[in-house]
């Protein structure tokens, strides 16, 4: 049996290896927004997918809450620098509001009430790594952090999680959201440090 240094596993189970290249850790939560908030009640807010055929496929608040929900702890990174460790959210997996859909879309557009957008590849909102958030450390998500709900793919720069989301369009090829007309990356993965295009 090897004898390994606990100093070197106590590290490893801390933060070490959790920052990405270029960020800082913060424990408060900043908040970003390229314009003002946009004040949605649970009443009004609905959530639509619209396919490559046109297809649409929309939920108010009550039938988005029937569906099953998961509770992740991930971390977050912005690409202005700051990064924040376990933060717990409640949301609906993308997976579930995609099961049924028929789609060959490569690529997808979220768009917030805002109306801001950003673009993902279809593979980055499946397999259990994207959801459409309404809670935060236990309390409903509140509106300048894109309350009642937000996108939230915490593998990639949290630009890519559109606050207030309101619909998705499924596409059969990559267009640059806001930011990434604006000169972001059009991937944005902090542990490449793709922020911004050419990185
Ligand atoms: N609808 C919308 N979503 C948005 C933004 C925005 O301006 N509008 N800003 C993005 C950016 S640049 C970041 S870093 C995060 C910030 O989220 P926070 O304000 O909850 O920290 O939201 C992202 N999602
Ligand atoms: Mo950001």
Redesign the pocket.
């Known amino acids: 049996m090897a004898i390994v240094s606990k100093g070197f596993h106590g590290k490893r189970r801390g933060n070490d290896g959790r920052i990405p290249p270029g960020q800082h850790l913060t424990t408060d ?7 003002p908030t ?1 004040r949605v009640s649970t009443d009004r807010w609905e959530f639509t997918i619209v396919t490559e055929m046109g297809e649409k496929h929309r939920w108010n608040w009550q039938q988005m809450r029937a569906l099953p929900n998961d509770k992740p702890m991930v971390d ?1 990174h ?3 620098t700051w990064s924040k460790l376990d933060t717990r959210w409640r949301g609906v997996s993308l997976d579930t509001l995609l099961d049924g859909i028929d789609t060959a879309a490569t690529h997808v557009m ?9 673009n993902l590849p279809m593979s980055e909102i499946r397999g259990g790594r994207a959801w459409l958030a309404f809670e935060f450390g236990g309390k409903p998500l509140g509106p ?3 309350g009642p709900a ?2 939230l793919v915490p593998h990639l ?9 309101n619909k998705l369009t499924l596409m059969m090829r990559d267009e640059p959201g ?2 990434e007309r604006n000169g972001y990356h059009d991937y944005g993965d902090p542990w490449q440090e793709q922020r911004y295009q050419g990185d």
Do not use: M, N, Q
Request: with cysteine; hydrophobic share 40%; proline share 5%.
């Open positions: 939560f900043p908040v970003l927004s390229a314009g946009p977050i912005c690409v202005t979220a768009h917030g009430y805002d109306g801001y957008t950003t300048e952090h894109g937000r996108l720069y949290f630009w890519k999680s559109a606050k207030w989301v806001f930011w």
